[in-house]
């Protein structure tokens, strides 16, 4: 049992997936098929020997609230454990002051009456896996005030837009938490996770409060650099960020490969999440399927190359689906013709339609929409 | 309980020793099936989607992993308040040893303090290695609707095979008029599923008579269903039209499987109205490689494909590696078929590994080969 409480942000208002995110929070969007975004940073959690898990939700929480139910899917002890959904009700018409500090100001008699001395803040929209609770004795070990989660990639002037980078010094102390403005390929990606006492943390929301109300965590730990011992700690393994569109489609793309995905999933540290209690899934004659990544429950009579198919999905004869993301119980019927798109839950494309997006640029097919 | 008044009891102690080394550890309801199942399975969310609470596993044979799975009733969802799946092994009485149970009757019998607990109205007995998919809720229906003292669930055979099932010979009304077990000349082709529903005051007597009974063998087919027809009670065949198996054999048990690839399959898995629950497994989504190529099978989560598969079925975690070649054959949990190897026409039991290019199995054999031990590779 770790001594820290686990909190699950939300992303914050610069964060904005297209199409998607209506209808759900990124900790709820679908990935690789059976999971949710969510269910890593849970799992991370579950596995490190944390059971008191506090999840922040800005908006729309009715997928969230029914994918996450007791927790007890997530491994967590029923009785000592605790997953608890926390809402931003009061949240603002403007969304600018809808700020992680806000929903914390929000819900912060529940993170003051936590008897546990630590905290471990994780967002919902990333997706690597990391045992925090060596985490933890390392920020304990090493005397820091706080400790924050890095992970240094050569992509920085493409990719990780909407990222914050950490600017660290050579004994990796941390000078700055700044935007990444794609200025340079090698950088340092903060991970937006933390690791800090809980009283600390509650006197930096306090202390944002006082600042301005357009504050963030980011900003306030940013603003503290000076007088804190702020330090940054490599991650190593897969890790991909849900900040947009494309990332989301790549980030599913890119664990098809079962090699990158081996740096992702291990035995040893499982990633849980809700069963929908599908059956296995049924390959017909004739079906053609390659290099991809299927959940339970299909029935598949075309050729699919290249994907990632959710739950329950239907890919009819003589369709070709290439480069795609299906997500959950959508159907593409006969000679449907599919490349690089992302295709939302219970949609239906009808017979012979052909639908090519360019790979850079990958489509959007709405969820219930019958194209 | 509150719905129906009916509790069902599932007996789960047999053997299936036909089933070879596949039983030589765990009891023939807990053998896997269809990709991501246990047989026992079936009846327990069989009663989970017939609205029944209360279940009792009845169980003997090899019960330690029997046990701890069907205990958790929660994957069945029958963990609410005032329901329960409940382990019930032979034990040791106040008034009396600890005695084995000595047939289907007898495992009732020494549980009438359990029923007893809930005063249900009716009880419903069950076997545990069946695969089927029945609404007990009708079938209660037409048991009260009959006015019957018992109701025995019947489906109809091919006449040529009739003389290997509990033959059930009913008059127009669908009243039962005799029961003949495995007749040589069998004369209705209505063969009983074991599963009966008893009002349970009855039952309950013929139970404690068949007890103390020296000449009985304990069983409903050979004992409780003969005495109520000579007592001259209203027994009724329920007529049940679909998918039901007992899988006693490998070739059976293979058969079984295979009959998941058709895409008509009677059984269909794929029903969202009545869904067939087990246990959950963290797995990753099934991964199909670059290479890979696959023409009916019915795969699930966890198995690795980097071969081929054609007409096949892969249970859950199975891994089949580049070149490799499974065909018309059956992969249960965790097998690990390696680079270049060819199965045929096999089932190859829970986490078997197959060597690098090694041959199991033959187009042509007349039975199904069980692989239950390691393949070496071809060096």
Redesign the interface.
């Known amino acids: 049992m770790a001594k820290a409480l686990g909190i699950i942000t939300s992303s914050g208002t610069h964060i904005r997936v297209e199409g998607m995110q209506e209808y759900r929070p990124i900790g709820a969007f679908s990935f690789?098929?059976?999971y949710r975004v969510i269910d890593f940073p849970i799992s991370n959690m579950s596995n490190s020997g944390i059971d008191h898990i506090q999840v922040y939700v800005r908006r729309k929480p009715r997928s969230l609230a029914e994918h996450l139910g007791t927790g007890?899917?997530y491994n967590i002890n029923s009785k000592r454990g605790k997953l608890q959904l926390l809402f931003a009700e009061h949240s603002s018409e403007n969304d600018i002051y809808n700020t992680d500090i806000a929903y914390f100001m929000e819900n912060i008699e529940l993170i003051e009456r936590s008897h546990l001395p630590y905290v471990v803040i994780a967002p919902n929209y990333m997706i690597y896996a990391q045992d925090y609770s060596a985490l933890l004795n390392a920020h304990i070990e090493s005397g820091a005030d706080i400790t924050l989660l890095y992970h240094s990639v050569d992509n920085a002037k493409e990719a990780f837009l909407n990222c914050d980078i950490l600017n660290l010094n050579k004994q990796k102390g941390v000078e700055s938490i700044e935007k990444n403005r794609g200025s340079a390929k090698n950088r340092n990606i903060f991970m937006d996770t933390y690791i800090m006492k809980k009283d600390l943390f509650i006197e930096l929301i306090h202390k944002a409060r006082k600042m301005s109300s357009m504050i963030t965590l980011p900003q306030i730990v940013n603003a503290s650099c000076g007088e804190l011992d702020i330090r940054g700690i490599a991650h190593r393994g897969y890790f991909a960020t849900i900040t947009d569109f494309k990332s989301y489609f790549d980030a599913n793309i890119s664990l098809i490969d079962?090699k990158t995905?081996q740096n992702l999933?291990n035995p040893e540290w499982?990633?849980?999440?809700r069963?929908n209690?599908?059956?296995?899934?049924?390959?017909?004659?004739?079906?053609?399927?390659?290099?991809?990544?299927?959940?339970?429950?299909c029935?598949i009579e075309g050729t699919v190359e290249n994907c990632v198919i959710g739950r329950?999905c239907e890919i009819k004869k003589g369709a070709v689906v290439k480069n795609s993301v299906i997500l959950a119980n959508s159907v593409i019927c006969e000679d449907v013709h599919l490349e690089n798109q992302v295709v939302d839950k219970w949609a239906k494309i009808t017979k012979g339609r052909e639908i090519i997006s360019d790979p850079q640029a990958p489509g959007y097919i709405r969820r219930d929409d019958v194209l | 309980m509150k719905q129906n008044n009916m509790l069902a009891m599932i007996l789960a102690g047999g053997r299936g020793s036909r089933l070879h080394e596949l039983t030589n550890k765990v009891a023939k309801p807990a053998v896997s099936y269809?990709?991501?199942y246990r047989i026992v399975d079936f009846p327990l969310s069989n009663c989970a989607n017939s609205g029944i609470d209360i279940v009792g596993v009845l169980t003997q044979y090899e019960s330690v992993l029997l046990n701890s799975y069907v205990a958790a009733g929660?994957r069945w969802g029958l963990d609410a308040r005032e329901s329960g799946v409940f382990v019930l092994p032979p034990r040791e009485k106040a008034d009396s040893d600890l005695d084995v149970y000595r047939g289907t009757a007898d495992a009732i019998a020494q549980n009438i303090d359990f029923i007893d607990q809930y005063s249900p109205e009716y009880v419903l007995i069950l076997s545990g290695d069946h695969i089927y998919k029945m609404n007990y809720a009708k079938m209660l229906a037409y048991h009260k609707e009959m006015k019957a003292d018992a109701t025995i669930a019947v489906i109809e055979v091919p006449m040529k095979e009739a003389s290997r099932f509990g033959i059930m010979n009913t008059d127009e009304a669908g009243h039962i008029v005799e029961f003949e077990e495995k007749p040589e000349h069998p004369k209705s082709n209505l063969a009983s599923m074991g599963i009966y529903i008893f009002d349970w005051k009855l039952l309950r007597k013929m139970l404690l008579a068949d007890m103390k009974d020296p000449d009985s063998h304990h069983d409903f087919g050979k004992d409780i269903i003969p005495d109520l027809l000579a007592d001259g009670k209203t027994l009724v065949a329920y007529k049940y039209k679909g998918y039901w198996k007992d899988v006693g054999t490998i070739d059976s048990l293979w058969e079984a499987n295979m009959d998941?690839?058709d895409?008509n399959n009677e059984l269909d898995?794929?029903d969202p109205t009545w869904?067939?629950?087990?246990e959950?497994t963290?797995a990753?989504?099934?991964?199909?490689?670059?290479?890979?190529?696959?023409?009916?099978?019915?795969?699930?989560?966890g198995c690795?494909v980097e071969g081929e598969v054609t007409n096949s079925?892969?249970f859950t975690g199975s891994t089949v590696g580049e070149g490799a070649k499974i065909i018309d054959s059956v992969l249960m949990p965790g097998v690990e078929v390696e680079a270049g190897a060819v199965v045929q026409r096999a089932l190859v039991a829970d986490g078997v590994k197959i060597g690098k290019d090694a041959v199991v199995g033959s187009a042509d054999s007349e039975h199904i080969e069980l692989v239950s031990k390691r393949v070496k590779g071809v060096e």
Request: with cysteine; hydrophobic share 35%.
């Open positions: 690789l098929g059976r007890r899917h079962i995905a999933f499982p990633i849980y999440t069963t209690d599908s059956c296995p899934t049924q390959y017909f004659d004739g079906a053609e399927i390659r290099n991809s990544v299927v959940s339970n429950g029935l329950g | 269809g990709g991501k929660g998941l690839l895409s898995l794929n869904k067939i629950y087990t959950d963290p990753l989504p099934q991964y199909i490689g670059p290479d890979a190529k696959i023409n009916k099978a019915f795969i699930t989560q690795i079925v892969l």
